[in-house]
Each structure stands twice: as structure tokens, then as C-alpha cells.
């Protein structure tokens, strides 16, 4: 079985994940990244959309799910993983990395992150 892999690398979206009330009011800025394995063997044989997932609409289920907000991030990455096997059932595994960009505490760092595999 010939199996690929699709990544959404670094899609930016504003979300109000967090504990803090400036978090829940104010929001802050995420990066998501989806890696999603699947067989893609009639997709590969017939170079058509059928068959393989389509990374426009992972992008619009990682955006549904990133609307909703979760105290935790790595709750946020949980139901990520599990809109997207809800969405596409095919897929054999993947992994989800949820990054918060500006995180509110007093350090100079790039982001905090919770990476889900499965």
C-alpha cells in the first residue's frame, strides 16, 4: 500500500486558548501544523482529488476546531486529532503541534508547543 504524507506547516490563527482572562478575552496567536498519513494509491496511480486528503479542507477543520476554546493547548490539539479522523477516516496516523505564539509569561522565547502523535 502506497502511503503519503500531507503537512499544513504554520497555519497563523488567532484563538482565546488559555487560563488567564486576557487569554479567554483577548485571544492570542497560534501556529498549527497537521501531518496526516493516509494510503494514497489511487490518488498517486490517477493523479486525481479523489482518493487523497485534501489540505484545503484540513485547513478549514484545523480553523472550525481553533474557534473553540480550551483552557489547554494540548486539549485543543486532542480535538484536533479528533476532527480530522472524523473528517477523514482513512487516515493511518498523523501528529498535530499546537503553538502558542505569545504566551503570557515574563520570558523571551519563541513559542510553548504541545505536539499530540498517534
Request: aromatic residues 6%; hydrophobic residues 50%; glycine residues 6%.
Amino acid at each position: 500500500m502506497d502511503e503519503v504524507t500531507i503537512e499544513v506547516n504554520g497555519l497563523r490563527l488567532y484563538a482565546r486558548h488559555g487560563v488567564g482572562a486576557q487569554e479567554t478575552c483577548v485571544g492570542n496567536l497560534f501556529e498549527v501544523t497537521v501531518h496526516l498519513r493516509y494510503p494514497a494509491r489511487y490518488a498517486l496511480e490517477h493523479d486525481v482529488l479523489d482518493g487523497t486528503v485534501n489540505y484545503a479542507d484540513v485547513v478549514a477543520v484545523a480553523k472550525d476546531v481553533m474557534a473553540v476554546p480550551s483552557l489547554l493547548i494540548e486539549n485543543a490539539a486532542w480535538r484536533l486529532k479528533d476532527a480530522m479522523l472524523e473528517k477523514f477516516p482513512a487516515i493511518a496516523g498523523g501528529m498535530v503541534r499546537v503553538a502558542k505564539l505569545v504566551p503570557p509569561i515574563s520570558a523571551e522565547l519563541e513559542s510553548v508547543a504541545v505536539v499530540l502523535r498517534w
